[in-house]
């Protein structure tokens, strides 16, 4: 009787359902769900602990109108067609919840990609058990566990669990069950071990990356018989040993990372069958001896990195065959020898850094051929005769960033106003160091955004036409011997006070080492990722710190310590919301420190130390995480979390410290000076009998028992 009683109403529904889709059959832009499917996407709907937008509605029919649910005609019932769910994708949804057996329901689901959400889970095994998915994208979430390896998707064909929390080892079933499989992406997780001999099994790989995990040992031969490869990527891990020659069979390799492991030895010559090889990177590994020819005379390469290896010998590029070479970096080997003056030929060069390296010549005159070139960086490399290279540079009408730091030893700073670099946007001649003044040949340099010019020997003042480069976001002229006052004109700077400051992103395989303290440098790949600036630290610089900098609202790092700059610290520099570090210390600063820096919510380094300032230092905001350190040296002002703080009259706008000076000491004579010692003995005699010494102590103490009953209640 239960039986009969469950097969009508299975009828009864499926009569209900055809009917429904009979409704909106001739309307194939209103697909109707089949009850299965609907029935899953609910369940998974209640799993969440958010909702989805535009999802809900209880009517059957309408489900695959939901935003990111596909439907197709792909179910017959009765000779009625009816669709069912074949891709659900919501990435970016910031979704929060379980992905559990509900969607186990979409069995002809052949694209899921919930990306970019927050599944705090392991992963479902029933997410490996649609005979018809096709594409499975849980990129970008924070996934945790191992890969299962009860996996059965047979229609599989892209598989993308990258950036997630998986572990473990390297699933052995997946090339096993999923044998058309020709996307395969768990880059950005913690898998560790080594790659499997099976990995021969997905002989349909195309795209296979791996990169940002812990695998290790060698690249196994079975990965060099997957013959279709077109892009493999297993940078960032620990894998070590020799480069196999075996690569060569890999005929269709269009993309080749290899960079930031363990492979040392020489390059094997066998790149002359990687005849579609564009883009090759293999940085930050222990490779020695020279490039092969094989390599060096690819006519397919666009982007060659073997930057911070131990490659050595004379740089042999064969430009006349290298015809589509774009980016070349080879920073940070051993390479010697003059500078190869053939890489004039590579006429499509726009990316060149040979930086620390140990040339023995100039920049050759053949450099001038380089049209294309955009970004050069020539830094640490040897390199003498500033006003030569310069010379030559200049013709380079493209060239946008250059890099020139730690060369030209105790050379002179040309200034000839003849030099032209009109679309130049970032200018490195950083500890070199040389001599001479800042140059008035930036004055034709109008698209600057970056300049630094610190660790020389630079004197004389600061130009005020710095003020007008309209783009300019970081001026570094700090550890030279510039004096005089600073320049109105950098509290004008166009892009430092509008709301956004405009920026140009380097290339790829660039890098830009900005210096520091250390005179290190810091390095940077994207010109985002420096932060606004104005340093003119270490320098002669007098006369007072300027209310206009207040204007420039977009500055991040403002350090103008170890100075001679005096006057007092204007309010107005907490108008700058965005500052990060402000360093004001070593100087002859005196007044008070402005109570409005308390507001200044992103500021993280601070320091005034060593001036002369007094009073109170702000309370409340960032001043909570300051060492004492940021203080030191300032007799005056008040000790850092001291109980006690030296008196000091409030000082008004446009009063003279001087004249309350003097009104103090016509004020405190003897008769006065005396009668106040006396006053002060008895008040504090009455005050100890009283108990009353320490009442502002106690109320502190009141305070923060009261806070502390606070918490544990709402705890």
Not at 92 to 114: A, F, I, T, W
Request: glycine fraction near 6%; aromatic fraction near 10%; hydrophobic fraction near 40%.
């Amino acid at each position: 009787m239960l039986i009969k009683t469950r097969s009508r109403r299975q009828m009864g529904i499926s009569i209900f359902v055809c009917l429904c889709f009979l409704a909106r059959a001739t309307d194939s832009k209103n697909l109707a769900c089949d009850l299965q499917d609907f029935t899953a996407l609910v369940g998974f709907l209640n799993d969440l602990e958010s909702g989805i937008g535009g999802w809900g509605n209880d009517s059957v029919a309408d489900c695959c109108t939901w935003p990111g649910v596909t439907c197709e005609f792909v179910h017959h019932i009765a000779n009625i067609t009816l669709s069912r769910v074949v891709s659900l994708e919501l990435p970016h949804k910031r979704l929060k919840g379980k992905l559990n057996k509900s969607l186990g329901g979409l069995e002809y689901l052949r694209v899921l990609n919930l990306s970019n959400n927050f599944f705090w889970d392991h992963l479902p095994n029933e997410l490996f058990r649609f005979k018809f998915l096709e594409v499975l994208d849980l990129s970008s979430n924070d996934f945790i566990g191992n890969l299962t390896a009860e996996i059965s998707l047979p229609s599989l064909l892209v598989l993308n669990l990258s950036d997630n929390w998986l572990e473990g080892l390297f699933s052995t079933g997946i090339c096993g069950v999923a044998s058309r499989l020709q996307v395969l992406d768990l880059s950005l997780n913690l898998f560790t071990d080594k790659i499997p001999q099976t990995i021969r099994n997905c002989s349909f790989l195309e795209v296979l990356s791996l990169g940002s995990n812990y695998f290790e040992g060698n690249l196994p031969e079975d990965l060099f018989q997957l013959s279709k490869l077109r892009e493999l990527n297993v940078e960032d891990n620990q894998f070590t040993g020799l480069l196999s020659p075996n690569v060569s069979k890999l005929t269709n390799l269009v993309e080749f990372e290899i960079s930031t492991n363990g492979f040392f030895g020489t390059f094997p010559d066998t790149f002359y069958n990687l005849r579609k090889l564009k883009r090759f990177s293999a940085n930050s590994n222990r490779f020695i001896g020279s490039l092969p020819p094989s390599l060096t005379s690819s006519q397919s390469i666009i982007s060659l990195n073997v930057r911070n290896n131990s490659l050595n010998g004379s740089i042999a590029l064969n430009c006349s065959s290298m015809v589509s070479l774009i980016s070349l970096a080879l920073s940070s080997n051993s390479f010697s020898g003059p500078f190869p003056e053939n890489l004039s030929s590579c006429k499509k060069l726009t990316s060149l850094d040979l930086s620390r390296n140990k040339f023995s010549s100039q920049l050759p005159e053949s450099f001038k051929n380089l049209t294309s070139l955009s970004y050069l960086s020539l830094s640490n490399c040897s390199l003498q005769n500033l006003t030569a290279t310069l010379a030559i540079l200049q013709h380079c009408q493209n060239l946008s960033f250059l890099v020139l730091t730690l060369n030209f030893r105790d050379e002179v700073m040309p200034d000839y106003n003849h030099l032209q670099f009109s679309r130049l946007t970032t200018l490195v001649i950083a500890n070199c160091p040389l001599s001479g003044s800042v140059p008035y040949w930036l004055q034709s340099c109008s698209n600057l955004q970056l300049l630094d010019l610190s660790w020389n020997r630079l004197t004389g003042h600061i130009p005020n036409f710095l003020g007008a480069m309209k783009l300019l976001f970081y001026l570094d002229l700090s550890r030279n011997m510039l004096s005089e006052e600073i320049p109105e004109g950098l509290t004008k700077l166009e892009n430092l006070s509008n709301q956004n400051v405009t920026l140009v992103e380097l290339s790829k395989d660039f890098y830009i080492f900005t210096s520091s303290s250390t005179a290190r440098g810091l390095r940077y790949n994207l010109i985002q990722g420096l932060p606004p600036t104005l340093d003119l630290s270490s320098n002669h610089l007098t006369g007072p710190i300027m209310a206009e900098f207040g204007n420039l609202k977009q500055l991040h790092v403002l350090n103008l310590s170890n100075n001679n700059l005096s006057g007092h610290i204007p309010e107005s520099l907490s108008n700058i919301t965005s500052l990060e570090t402000l360093d004001l210390s070593d100087n002859s600063l005196i007044g008070i420190i402005p109570p409005s820096f308390a507001r200044l919510s992103f500021l993280s380094k601070f320091s005034v130390a060593f001036n002369k300032l007094s009073g109170h230092i702000p309370t409340g905001g960032q001043f909570s995480t300051f060492p004492e350190s940021s203080f030191a040296g300032n007799e005056d002002l008040c000790a850092y979390k001291s109980t006690r703080c030296p008196s000091v009259p409030e000082e008004k706008p446009g009063e003279n410290p001087i004249e309350l000076e003097d009104e103090k000491v016509f004020v405190i004579g003897l008769p006065f000076a005396t009668g106040a010692v006396a006053g002060f003995i008895l008040v504090v005699t009455i005050c100890y009998l009283s108990g009353w010494l320490f009442r502002e102590e106690d109320t502190q103490k009141r305070v923060e028992i009261a806070w502390k009953r606070m918490f544990s209640t709402s705890h």
